[in-house]
């Protein structure tokens, strides 16, 4: 089992630059794929990037290609989401999560993924 802890939010002007952490407890961290969603008020949760088990390998939802950038350091258990050049429709809470089977086909649905964590704000100001 991994638990998950986000950090990393607040508030920023549009045009600004955030990074977000995500910290996992257990020792198979490195065997999970992991992925990032948002979720804003009264629409449903949006996968935003996901990088595989190794770190190999990297994907974006189009909107966040080119300012957004996934990473993890597997020897300290923790994944990073850099978020650049952000906009106010990048408002949203940030939740980071854990597949134990990551599939190429499926990295962009939340049902994929077995582990959330509780997620941290981000508000973008214009």
């Known amino acids: 089992q991994v638990q998950l802890v986000e950090s990393g939010g607040g508030l920023v002007q549009a045009g600004g630059s955030l990074r977000l952490s995500c910290a996992a407890s257990?020792?198979?961290?490195?065997?999970?794929?992991m992925g990032w969603f948002r979720q804003a008020p009264g629409k449903e949760r949006e996968f935003v990037a996901t990088?595989?088990?190794?770190?190999?390998?990297?994907y974006y939802a189009d909107s966040m290609k080119g300012r957004f950038t996934i990473s993890r350091d597997n020897a300290k258990n923790t994944m990073y989401l850099q978020m650049n050049s952000l906009k106010s429709e990048d408002t949203a809470v940030y939740y980071c999560?854990?597949?134990?089977?990551?599939?190429?086909?499926?990295?962009?649905?939340?049902?994929?993924?077995?582990?959330w964590g509780q997620g941290t704000q981000v508000t973008v100001s214009s």
């Open positions: 999560a854990a597949a134990r089977d990551w599939y190429s086909d499926g990295f962009d649905d939340p049902r994929s993924y077995d582990y």
């Open positions: 257990g020792r198979t961290f490195s065997s999970y794929g």
């Open positions: 990088i595989t088990w190794s770190g190999g390998r990297t």
